[in-house]
């Protein structure tokens, strides 16, 4: 017991440390959105800003950014934070209700009571209700929040078909992407819905047994809600016990003194933003590594808790699904020694190793190490999303990073979809022998030529061999796929998967929005309707002339590129983002006077984003 008591001590000292450490970096991320200084480095937004040269993604902004707002008129709760004496999710709690005149009494309030007393004790006096916010940030980190917690019931969702619905299933995503549902679990829904809604229409009345189907199922509900009495007793048992002892813990340690963010130039907040960031990956580092610990030598059980859940938000002030991640990534690393080491000396961010640990193994390691330190977020995301691909359809694990052409041939089949699916003759280049890529691009080139076939026949040459997905989703999703798969499988043609006849039904509903002709349209479709700045992700592209009409540019391909408005009219034309070169190879230098960060091809120039 002597050593989980230390692991658990030492985890409490970590997390409070990384809520200084985030509250340190919202504020600068706070400062940098109120006056708009990331546009002077040459990005279209904060979240991009943020991705970039924090490595936070922009839910996790906008959350940090919401309390940092909150706790502006707050010094004491923010003295608090920053000390250890309250927790991140009881300072989220706390800001909903406090006021510079009674601070200091809800501080002490919390100091003697578990958050869940803290949350049960608000809602009962109706001073903090579900989704309660006070303008349109705080309705998003609200929402952030509740979608945090929601994702601690995900599960996994195994679907096995042949290989030419599981290409249907790849290019039914990329179609929902475009069309701005890009989460897994919202694409399973969106699925579903159609589904559904083309059952209710064709098949006889009372066929399909809607009021049996989860989400609205009572039995599911009655289950649910028993889950939810079981817990919150148990928990309630422990209550006591964990008040007692969080008022027993040792003094707060000391806040330190820093500069005022406001006083600072745009570059040099860039400097913090970036120190801070590195040293919180640091911590973060060290607490999955804790989290895993903990969980070998009995966790959560042997220390009294009732729940993990109940661990990670009174001890830790983070959601489960937070701890479980931390986790994951720790177990993940401990197979990746490298990009750890990486990690802790500051050359590889955290958003950069959590792409690389969903990919890498021991014998890929140091090929996708070295390229992500040779790519920007935006394109490590892309690369690594390739590669999954290949995972999922070749069944090889070990997958090295892409070559260009192989980057380029995943690419194709994103290009078809946003040409409505009618398929390509563009030969693909497929290099020899037995590896992920070689095997996935086989079977792609042979599928990418028929393009999304809406007749319920499959190709018997491509649906060879079968595959396996496994995709992340709520219970409910996955109940409610189950459950509307039993009851529809006997109305389905022989030979038809049910995953097939959803895609089909998204494909049917939704073609037609596609490859709908533009001025510049192949121009689009060859950057597939993204802007190609290594740092923006905005779809609202616009035709850029590399070499401007008013220079002598012409209107050839090479000299094309597709940017998003604010990357062309307040980004190149106005100074902060420099393109030069042909459309494929352009050397980016983004921020003014000096870049601060610069790509040429796809390669990041590391010395270059160092020295900013």
């Known amino acids: 017991m002597g050593d989980l008591a230390?692991?658990?001590?030492?985890?409490?000292r970590v997390a409070h440390q990384e809520s200084a450490l985030r509250l340190r970096l919202g504020q600068a991320l706070e400062v940098l959105g109120r006056t708009e200084g990331f546009r002077a480095l040459g990005f279209s937004s904060l979240s991009g800003y943020a991705l970039e040269r924090a490595e936070r993604g922009g839910r996790w902004v906008e959350v940090s950014r919401a309390l940092t707002r909150r706790l502006e008129p707050l010094p004491l709760l923010r003295a608090a934070l920053e000390s250890g004496v309250i927790s991140w999710s009881m300072a989220q709690l706390l800001v909903r209700v406090a006021q510079p005149g009674d601070e200091a009494e809800w501080l002490a309030l919390a100091r003697g009571h578990t958050?869940?007393?803290?949350?049960?004790?608000?809602?009962?006096?109706?001073?903090?209700?579900s989704g309660e916010a006070d303008n349109e940030n705080e309705a998003k980190a609200e929402a952030a929040a509740i979608e945090a917690e929601m994702e601690e019931e995900r599960c996994r969702l195994s679907i096995t078909v042949n290989r030419e619905d599981a290409w249907l299933f790849e290019a039914t995503c990329s179609l929902l992407a475009a069309l701005e549902t890009k989460d897994a679990g919202e694409q399973i829904e969106a699925l579903l819905a159609e589904a559904q809604e083309t059952l209710l229409a064709a098949l006889p009345s009372g066929a399909l047994r809607v009021e049996e189907l989860p989400p609205n199922s009572p039995a599911y509900e009655r289950w649910r809600e028993q889950l939810r009495q079981w817990r919150a007793e148990a928990e309630r048992r422990c209550e006591q016990r964990l008040a007692d002892a969080q008022q027993s813990t040792g003094p707060a340690a000391e806040v330190v003194e820093r500069a005022p963010l406001d006083e600072l130039s745009t570059r040099e907040l860039d400097t913090v933003v970036r120190e801070v960031a590195e040293a919180l990956a640091q911590r973060e580092l060290k607490l999955a590594r804790l989290l895993l610990a903990l969980h070998r030598a009995g966790g959560w059980r042997r220390l009294g808790y009732a729940t993990e859940r109940q661990y990670a938000r009174e001890r830790l002030g983070m959601s489960r699904s937070?701890?479980?991640?931390?986790?994951?990534?720790?177990?993940?690393?401990?197979?990746?020694?490298?990009?750890?080491?990486?990690?802790?000396?500051?050359?590889?961010?955290?958003?950069?190793?959590?792409?690389?640990?969903?990919?890498?193994?021991?014998?890929?390691?140091?090929?996708?190490?070295?390229?992500?330190?040779?790519?920007?977020?935006?394109?490590?995301?892309?690369e690594v999303a390739a590669a999954q691909m290949a995972v999922r359809m070749s069944g090889q694990r070990d997958c090295p990073p892409p070559l260009p052409a192989e980057l380029d041939a995943v690419q194709e089949l994103e290009r078809v979809v946003r040409s409505g699916g009618t398929?390509?003759?563009?030969?693909?280049?497929?290099?020899?022998?037995?590896?992920?890529?070689?095997?996935?691009?086989?079977?792609?080139?042979?599928?990418?030529?028929?393009?999304?076939?809406?007749?319920?026949?499959?190709?018997?040459?491509?649906?060879?061999?079968?595959?396996?997905?496994?995709?992340?989703?709520?219970?409910?999703?996955?109940?409610?796929?189950?459950?509307?798969?039993?009851?529809?499988?006997?109305?389905l043609p022989r030979?038809?998967?049910?995953?097939?006849?959803?895609?089909?039904?998204?494909?049917?509903?939704?073609?037609?929005?596609?490859?709908?002709?533009?001025?510049?349209?192949?121009?689009?479709?060859?950057?597939?309707?993204?802007?190609?700045?290594?740092?923006?992700?905005?779809?609202?592209?616009?035709?850029?002339?590399?070499?401007?009409?008013?220079?002598?540019?012409?209107?050839?391909?090479?000299?094309?590129?597709?940017?998003?408005?604010?990357?062309?009219?307040?980004?190149?034309?106005?100074?902060?983002?420099?393109?030069?070169?042909?459309?494929?190879?352009?050397?980016?230098?983004?921020?003014?006077?000096?870049?601060?960060?610069?790509?040429?091809?796809?390669?990041?120039?590391?010395?270059?984003?160092?020295?900013?």
Request: aromatic fraction near 8%.
């Open 322 to 382: 937070s701890l479980l991640a931390r986790r994951a990534l720790g177990l993940s690393l401990e197979s990746l020694p490298a990009v750890a080491s990486a990690l802790h000396a500051g050359r590889l961010g955290m958003e950069a190793a959590l792409l690389v640990a969903r990919i890498a193994c021991p014998g890929t390691e140091a090929a996708w190490l070295e390229r992500a330190q040779q790519r920007t977020i935006k394109h490590l995301r892309q």
């Open 495 to 612: 030979g038809v998967s049910w995953l097939r006849f959803a895609c089909l039904c998204v494909w049917e509903s939704w073609r037609h929005l596609l490859g709908v002709p533009v001025a510049y349209g192949r121009i689009y479709l060859r950057d597939r309707y993204q802007c190609s700045s290594p740092v923006c992700c905005r779809e609202d592209v616009t035709p850029h002339h590399l070499t401007f009409r008013s220079a002598g540019g012409g209107e050839e391909d090479e000299n094309l590129l597709s940017l998003c408005t604010w990357c062309h009219l307040f980004g190149v034309h106005g100074g902060t983002i420099r393109a030069q070169g042909r459309a494929s190879s352009i050397e980016w230098e983004l921020g003014a006077p000096e870049p601060c960060v610069r790509v040429r091809g796809r390669e990041r120039l590391r010395e270059m984003a160092k020295a900013a």
């Open 115 to 129: 958050l869940r007393w803290m949350r049960c004790y608000l809602e009962q006096r109706g001073m903090v209700r």
């Open 6 to 12: 230390q692991i658990d001590a030492e985890l409490s």
């Open 423 to 491: 398929g390509s003759k563009r030969a693909l280049h497929v290099t020899e022998g037995s590896g992920a890529w070689p095997a996935m691009l086989k079977s792609l080139q042979s599928w990418i030529r028929n393009g999304v076939q809406l007749s319920a026949g499959t190709s018997a040459v491509a649906q060879a061999g079968r595959v396996s997905l496994r995709l992340l989703v709520s219970r409910e999703v996955r109940a409610w796929w189950r459950a509307l798969e039993a009851q529809c499988t006997r109305w």
